[in-house]
């Protein structure tokens, strides 16, 4: 299906779920790891807010170079959710600042594990905010999964307590930017979504972050600021798409497979890897996902 690229004549793609799985996979195990992984090389010495700065000078201007040219300036910012695509963009802040001081504390994957709640909200969300329509094999899901993230994050493990509780609340903000993502992507097209997911942070950082700006100093960190918009910018795009293709409810369990680009990601550059108690709470939490697909959206007729 074409888009239209306004707002008010976009029509919403027609349900696709096989490809909405698709980029999904493709965001959580390739760009979102990728973009994670450049946050925590950064953090070390950069402050949060030049960080979160960067990243979204560098989204922005992606997304305007790539749609401007066919949805013009103002068609760009022509929303039929002016008020959803704020909240979005204030939660989609919030997360960023909290994961990313998280990520100065903990092992890139433990916060990915850690996250893992965020999907696990989703479901719990899409019944208040989209009104979806979520049954009881969903809802025991949930319960399993969060069960699966209370042995990740148990008594006696070495984890921070700040630094946990900053991962769960930028859970709490990505899972409601989640279900509004589905939300505004019934009228909104995914260009007009995809600028609106960092305008916030945008003009917020940069009014915070010349206050404690340092200049990159060397070709690593050059690069590393280049790859944190461009992650950012496809990894959020075809987030959207996917939102746009399926419920949030089916194709949200699919982010688990962060840990798998986490895990090779931490391993490789910092030696990092998830230790026996994590991999089994992160299974849980995966398997969650899989009951909740399997049930409740490869038998669904409108399958592609």
């Known amino acids: 299906m074409r888009f239209r690229f306004q707002s008010s004549a976009w029509k919403p793609s027609e349900p696709n779920i096989l490809r909405g799985i698709l980029l999904m996979c493709v965001t959580a195990i390739i760009m979102f790891p990728l973009l994670n992984a450049t946050v925590k090389f950064l953090v070390t010495d950069f402050n949060v807010w030049q960080i979160v700065w960067v990243r979204s000078i560098a989204h922005f201007g992606v997304m305007a170079i790539?749609?401007?040219?066919?949805?013009?300036?103002?068609?760009?910012?022509?929303?039929?959710?002016?008020?959803?695509?704020?909240?979005?963009?204030?939660?989609?802040?919030?997360?960023?600042?909290?994961?990313?001081?998280?990520?100065?504390?903990?092992?890139?994957?433990?916060?990915?594990?850690?996250?893992?709640?965020?999907?696990?909200?989703?479901?719990?969300?899409?019944?208040?905010?989209?009104?979806?329509?979520?049954?009881?094999?969903?809802?025991?899901?949930?319960?399993?999964?969060?069960?699966?993230?209370?042995?990740?994050?148990?008594?006696?493990?070495?984890?921070?307590?700040?630094?946990?509780?900053?991962?769960?609340?930028?859970?709490?903000?990505?899972?409601?930017?989640?279900?509004?993502?589905?939300?505004?992507?019934?009228?909104?097209?995914?260009?007009?979504t995809a600028i609106y997911t960092v305008l916030l942070a945008l003009i917020v950082s940069s009014i915070f972050a010349p206050f404690d700006l340092n200049m990159p100093m060397n070709l690593e960190h050059w690069l590393a600021f280049i790859g944190l918009g461009l992650f950012g910018a496809i990894g959020h795009f075809f987030l959207i798409k996917a939102y746009s293709l399926a419920e949030a409810s089916i194709i949200s369990p699919f982010d688990y497979g962060q840990l798998i680009g986490a895990a090779i990601i931490g391993y490789m550059v910092w030696g990092d890897f998830p230790d026996l108690w994590t991999w089994i709470g992160a299974g849980i939490l995966i398997l969650s996902g899989i009951y909740i697909t399997r049930y409740e959206g490869i038998n669904k007729k409108d399958l592609k």
């Open 66 to 192: 790539f749609f401007m040219p066919k949805m013009g300036p103002i068609g760009l910012f022509r929303t039929a959710h002016p008020i959803y695509q704020g909240l979005r963009s204030v939660f989609q802040l919030l997360a960023m600042l909290l994961y990313f001081s998280a990520l100065e504390k903990i092992s890139l994957p433990t916060v990915t594990a850690i996250g893992f709640t965020a999907p696990l909200m989703v479901v719990a969300f899409s019944v208040p905010i989209l009104g979806e329509h979520v049954g009881f094999r969903r809802w025991g899901a949930v319960i399993i999964g969060f069960i699966g993230a209370l042995i990740i994050i148990r008594p006696g493990s070495d984890l921070t307590d700040w630094a946990v509780f900053y991962v769960l609340a930028g859970a709490f903000c990505y899972a409601v930017y989640q279900a509004l993502t589905r939300k505004v992507s019934e009228k909104d097209a995914p260009g007009i």
